[in-house]
């Protein structure tokens, strides 16, 4: 979904690919940022904090006019539904992150 997003564009391809990791592993409560997830990404919890805010937020509100065919795609069950995935509550999600 950020393909598509300016605001995505200046963000380096590691950290926008470990900041989606992290929000998918607490959007599924599976567990934090371990440290060998830090050590191999090179990234520590806090590094994207905010990067992960912008993700959660960018599926919450996303428009519905934008990339229907990419929800579409990802909404079949080959790819196991994950655009039907529910966003995290924004309160929620800063909590938890402050606890990382």
């Given at each position: 979904m950020t393909l598509q997003e300016?605001?995505?564009a200046r963000e380096s391809p590691s950290k926008l690919a470990a900041s989606c990791l992290l929000l998918a592993l607490t959007m599924k409560n599976l567990g934090g940022w371990t440290p060998t997830?830090?050590?191999y990404s090179?990234?520590?919890s806090q590094d994207l904090h905010s990067l992960v805010?912008?993700?959660n937020f960018l599926l919450t509100y996303?428009?519905?006019d934008k990339l229907k065919a990419v929800?579409?795609?990802y909404?079949?069950?080959v790819f196991f539904e994950v655009a039907k995935v529910t966003p995290m509550d924004m309160l929620k999600l800063e909590e938890i992150l402050k606890s990382c």
């Open positions: 300016y605001d995505y997830l830090e050590y090179g990234y520590r805010k912008r993700l996303q428009p519905h929800r579409t795609k909404s079949h069950r």
